[in-house]
């Protein structure tokens, strides 16, 4: 980048900032959101509120499906 295009574009620095930022976010929740050892401690976590009753039969059955669910797509996505 030259002198000029980078004194032209010098305005627009904040907002490259702030997209490489939210990409930043964007990649570490992603892998959060995929990392199977995550997903497992979620596992451990809603078992542990079903055994002290903090969630209904129900309610784990339906967080489970959507944990094993994203546990499933992570294996695949390894493959």
């Known amino acids: 980048m030259g002198l ?3 004194l032209l574009t010098l305005p627009l620095a904040p907002v490259r900032g ?26 451990r976590r809603l078992a542990a509120d079903l055994e002290a009753g ?3 039969e129900a309610e784990f ?3 489970e ?7 499933q797509q992570s294996t695949d996505h390894l493959r």
């Open 65 to 71: 499906d959507q944990l094993l669910d994203r546990l």
């Open 4 to 6: 000029l295009t980078g």
């Open 18 to 43: 702030v997209v490489w930022v939210a990409g930043q976010l964007t990649a570490a929740a992603e892998r959060e959101f995929t990392d199977p050892a995550a997903i497992h401690a979620e596992l």
């Open 54 to 56: 903090l969630i209904t």
């Open 61 to 63: 059955d339906q967080a």
